[in-house]
């Protein structure tokens, strides 16, 4: 990266950051699935989140109910395909809803070989995705490691299954993210993810809004640059399992998609 880039990449990741930890702090104060992700003044309604994960995964129990945010705009792990005993990564855990999904599915026992590592670069989600951990018992199998998705701290070749919902339209270089994402995947594993795309490119104007980049409209790339970016890193095939309208920004329609990506074996 460049010197230029380094610095609105830091910029960049600094408002993420500050967005994502002020929604941490409200989802846990309002001890329900609540607090905004996707979605600015400027977009609206449109908030990806809220989602209810108890009915979904039947995971809440008893008075330590955990506060259940979801900030996601689509469901990567109901295409992933887990089967028990795997280890899957979730890039921009937040507080952790994807990840107890999945570890639903690779662990139905405890004890079981299955396991989940989040990573996400937000102390606040972090906070709330342990302690959701350990109120769900679910911390033998699931680990929330901080670190950004363009520099994972994960080994190679470690892992079967990547998930991400709605978090790589927030990096300032989705290139090094895929790239990443290849490095870390075992030879036959894949990628299931839930983003936010365009149509065509937002003027430049707005690209340079953080406020409106942290609420995911910004940051978003074109779809065919979105895809273009997974096969350079070495994926294919790439399928595209949804494409969902999800909010207009004058000329230029996002779109919630979620695809399936694979490393060749
Ligand atoms: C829209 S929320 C989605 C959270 C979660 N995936 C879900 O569905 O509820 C985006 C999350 O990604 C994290 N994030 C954004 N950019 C990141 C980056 N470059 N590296 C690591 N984490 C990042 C934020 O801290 C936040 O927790």
Redesign the pocket.
């Known amino acids: 990266m460049s010197k230029v880039l380094e610095k609105d990449g830091e910029a960049t990741?600094a408002a993420?950051?500050e967005?994502?930890?002020r929604?941490?702090r409200e989802a846990a104060e309002l001890s329900a699935g609540s607090g905004c992700?996707?979605g600015t003044a400027s977009a609206g309604n449109a908030c990806?989140?809220a989602?209810d994960i108890t009915g979904e995964a039947n995971l809440a129990q008893g008075d330590a109910a955990p506060v259940l945010?979801?900030?996601?705009?689509g469901s990567p792990t109901a295409i992933a395909a887990l089967r028990p005993g795997q280890v899957v990564l979730?890039?921009?855990?937040?507080?952790?809803?994807?990840a107890f999904l999945a570890a639903r599915a690779v662990a139905p026992a405890k004890g079981a070989a299955g396991r989940v590592i989040g990573?996400?670069?937000?102390p606040e989600?972090l906070e709330l995705a342990r302690a959701n951990a350990q109120r769900l018992g679910l911390d033998q199998h699931v680990e929330f490691r901080q670190?950004?998705?363009?520099a994972l701290p994960v080994e190679a070749q470690s892992v079967d299954v990547i998930l991400?919902?709605?978090?790589?339209n927030?990096?300032?270089d989705k290139a090094a993210?895929f790239r990443e994402a290849f490095r870390v995947l075992r030879p036959g594993g894949w990628l299931s993810l839930?983003d936010i795309v365009s149509d065509r490119p937002l003027p430049q104007a707005q690209r340079r809004d953080l406020a409106s980049w942290a609420g995911?409209v910004s940051g978003a790339q074109t779809e065919a640059e979105y895809l273009g970016a997974i096969r350079a890193a070495g994926f294919t095939p790439v399928e595209v399992t949804s494409r969902e309208a999800w909010h207009r920004e004058g000329e230029v329609q996002l779109f919630s998609l979620t695809l399936r990506a694979f490393k060749p074996g």
């Open positions: 990741h993420v950051r967005h994502y930890a929604s941490a992700g996707c990806c989140g989602g945010a979801s900030w996601g705009c979730d890039l921009g855990s937040g507080g952790g809803y994807d990573v996400d670069m937000t989600m670190g950004y998705i363009e991400s919902n709605c978090v790589i927030l990096a300032p993210v839930s995911c």
